[in-house]
RNA sequence: GCCUUCGUAGCUCAGUGGAUAGAGCACCGGCCUCCGAAGCCGGUGGCGCAGGUUCGAGUCCUGCCGAGGGCACCA
């Protein structure tokens, strides 16, 4: 990538310069580039000269200057220039960068991919919504964020697997199985009415209706009884497969739907991550219950393990749940994705993963800021135990999978955001998202156009391209390399719509300014290779968000 | 009370410690005899408050104000 070499320049200029005498020794700190915010600027900008003032006791411009006296060339660098206050700025050769046209489309659906992750294997599990209900807007958010973070993470080279973590054990499978035997039984006409914190939604009723209309009254009990375990079973299934398919509106698939449930077989990850904390010395029985030791180790509590009542906790479960993926599964990395609510068991589960064998910092937690959900000014509440629930099915059907996806992954995980349903359905014209699906769209046509015409990008000489909005376009499409990278290190997903949308300002611009096909042959040709490398460098950033490049709209 | 995330344009949100803080929507004014006007060009308008660190702070630190989320033998 054409950013490091120029950081390594930027190295072997102050090398260069301390060896000839210009610049006193001392040990430089890493090179740090950016992209100036205004092009007279140039294309990277290098603030070594101000970061090493001090330590060279000289005037920062000076500095500047004694390594822009050392810079060795590059056939991508055209120019090296000082600006106050200390500033190295450097210029891209813009016959280089026509050229990487070519680069671009050689490197094909494989552009911005790169080896950051290579022969790591790395789980990626998000959305795991109970599966009492059926998911909602909030969880929309996560699923966009998580598939499109497995999409970036496989780009740089690891394994990725994307998991599904089902709850479908512990306390609230119990009150799931009884709400829906009430439900089951007022459709057989007896007097029932469903439990207290019981799930009062609709959709509850569609699933006992469902389950009566295939399979009769064979869950049913004298009254009075306790509802048979299996109608339970029966209910969370055809629930799993609901969200299933909500999800799959959404774009979002797994390898695994990893059952909780398992993890508690004999001799399975549940035991076995308990035997290994209680041979640490990291479990102690306590007023009847048995807790996880973590304040030992720096958490601010214990943590309680199995209930008095000798019913294991959700964190119990979740620490077997870590054991298996890192000791089991053998995962290099996880990243889990939860909402924020569950900001406070991120700690406790990073003591545990190295409690049992592993370590806590092989996994990251990305917290989401919930959604706020809103229609005009009214706020809607989310809660499965609330009257009404905007599920993510809704909203898919409302505005579609691609604004769904877009909407969701444009603010950043840490910021909330809100989600007007009334506004989302007007956007449907004037959605970003269209922005970016247009440019894509709008090179397809011309293309086309030029295809029917018998014009041919065959043998094009992309130095033509040097028209000031051709050559803000290519520098354009260098970036999302960079981008990529990006994603990576921070995990924020959030820069991709942000780029998606300059690019395809860029392109815009370029087709307002620009004439593709013209009488101008040579010309015509170097455009025509310039819309194939935009194409497909939209088609792949859209791709990463899991969003259509449509060919027409 | 403690922990945590956030506070940027009328609204929804970007902004890797840099040089004149951006986009979309909304509003105002221009641009199609020519490849898709779902577009382009221009304009109005903003860093919650106060200190501190730094050559340089929207960005880092502290305090205050305001908002969301946590602080269970719930998940």
Known sequence: MIRDEIQLLVAQAVEAAQAAGALPAFAAPEVHLEHPGRPEHGDYSANMPMRIQGLARMKAIEVAEALRAHVGTHPAVSEVRVAPPGFLNFYLDPTWVASQTEVIIAAGEGYASNTMGTGQKLQVEYVSANPTGPVHVGNGRGAAIGSTLANVLGAAGYKVEQEYYVNDAGTQIAVFTRTLYARYQQLFDRTVEIPENGYPGEYMVEIAQEIKDAEGDRYLRPEGEEPDPALGNEGISRMIAQIRED???????????????????????????????????????????????????????????????????????????????????????????????????????????????????????????????????????????????????????????????????????????????????QQSDENPVFYVQYAHARIASVLARAAEQGSSSASADVSLLQHDAEQTLIRRLLLLPEVVELVVSSLETHHLPSYAASLSQSFHAFYTQCRVITEDAALTSARLRLLEATKLVLARTLGLMGISAPEQM
């Not at 030992?296 to 964190?315: A, C, H, M, W």
């Not at 005009?376 to 505005?399: H, N, Q, W, Y």
């Open 247 to 425: 999800l799959g509106l959404l774009g979002v698939h797994y390898n695994r739907w990893f059952s909780e449930r398992s993890l508690q077989e004999p001799g399975g990850a549940y035991e076995t991550a308990m035997g290994i904390l209680k041979s640490q010395g990291h479990v102690i029985e306590r007023e009847g219950a048995t807790w996880f030791a973590s304040s030992q180790l720096g958490e601010s509590k214990d943590n309680v393990l199995i209930r008095s009542d000798g019913q294991p906790t959700y964190f119990a479960s979740d620490v077997a749940y870590h054991y298996d993926k890192f000791i089991g599964r053998g995962f290099n990395r996880v990243i889990d994705i939860w909402g924020a609510d569950h900001q406070g068991h991120v700690s406790r589960v990073k003591a545990a993963v190295t409690a049992v064998g592993g370590n806590g910092d092989d996994l990251d937690v990305l917290l989401y800021q919930l959604v706020t959900l809103k229609r005009g000014d009214v706020v809607v509440p989310l809660s499965k135990r609330a009257g009404e629930i905007v599920t993510l099915r809704d909203v898919v059907s409302e505005v579609g999978a691609d604004a769904a996806r877009y909407f969701f992954l444009t603010p950043s995980a840490g910021s909330t955001m809100e989600f007007d349903l009334d506004l989302a359905k």
